[in-house]
């Protein structure tokens, strides 16, 4: 056996702080509670706090154990005392990022309740565009969870049941990650977008309909958001008057 096969598996079955990893489930929310050392300057609190500035300001590439130790003032042994890997500080981040929303008040407005909490979602993953990398994700943190209880609970009290309620929740969850993925990620400046929609008017006889209504040159994000949610809360609403399961 190799120096370096050796040294993964004494990686793999101890962890990099020393201490035995926890094998039976790789999610952080699903890990064991650990006994917190007595190290009063650094807790998972402070940690998230200081990984979320990282990540805010220089993105998810620039995350590492070792610098996030650097910049806790503490050494990465220390650090791994709290979270066992670089995915556990991105499902904590992750989830530390929604509790930034408020739950909406329980009104009796079903639709009002769910377009509140929804653009708020949007919102601050877009205040944090590195979130929006990381869609597909398991996301059964604390905050993320409370979110999904009032959205589904919403949706049960407006009369939906079933594969109805199941249909609805991941329909109107997919429009929040898929808007903000795709706000995030479209960099094409508003020159090149001009050149592009020139690009698609000079082969209109191939893309006449995207020629004609300005396809390249429409910016309104938020508009388009909150637009298409209400046509996916009408269709709810639709399946909820034909009886609801």
């Not at 793999?12 to 929310?29: L, Y």
């Not at 981040?93 to 008040?105: H, K, N, S, W």
């Amino acid at each position: 056996m190799s120096a370096a096969t050796n040294e993964t598996q004494i990686t793999t079955s101890m962890g990099k702080g020393g201490r035995k990893a926890d094998t039976a489930s790789r999610n952080v929310w699903l890990k064991p509670a650990r006994t917190p050392r007595d190290e009063p300057t650094l807790n998972r609190a402070r940690i998230i706090d200081e990984a979320l500035a990282l990540l805010d300001s220089e993105g998810i590439e620039r995350l590492t154990m070792r610098r996030l130790a650097e910049r806790l003032g503490h050494g990465s042994t220390t650090l791994y005392w709290h979270v066992d890997t670089k995915d556990d500080v991105l499902d904590l981040c992750l989830d530390a990022i929604y509790g930034e929303v408020p739950l909406p008040e329980h009104t009796g407005d079903w639709r009002g309740e769910i377009t509140v909490m929804l653009i708020g979602w949007r919102t601050v993953m877009l205040r944090h565009r590195w979130s929006t990398t990381l869609v597909g994700r398991p996301m059964i943190g604390p905050n993320i969870l409370a979110h999904m209880e009032f959205l589904q609970a919403s949706l049960l009290r407006a009369g939906l049941t079933d594969a109805c309620l199941a249909a609805a929740t991941w329909g109107l969850y997919n429009h929040v990650m898929g808007a903000a993925v795709s706000r995030a990620g479209w960099l094409m400046p508003a020159d090149e977008r001009a050149q592009a929609q020139q690009h698609l008017a000079a082969h209109g006889d191939r893309y006449p309909t995207l020629a004609a209504h300005g396809y390249m040159l429409d910016d309104d994000w938020d508009g388009t958001f909150t637009r298409s949610l209400d046509y996916l809360l009408d269709g709810i609403q639709a399946q909820i008057e034909r009886g609801g399961a």
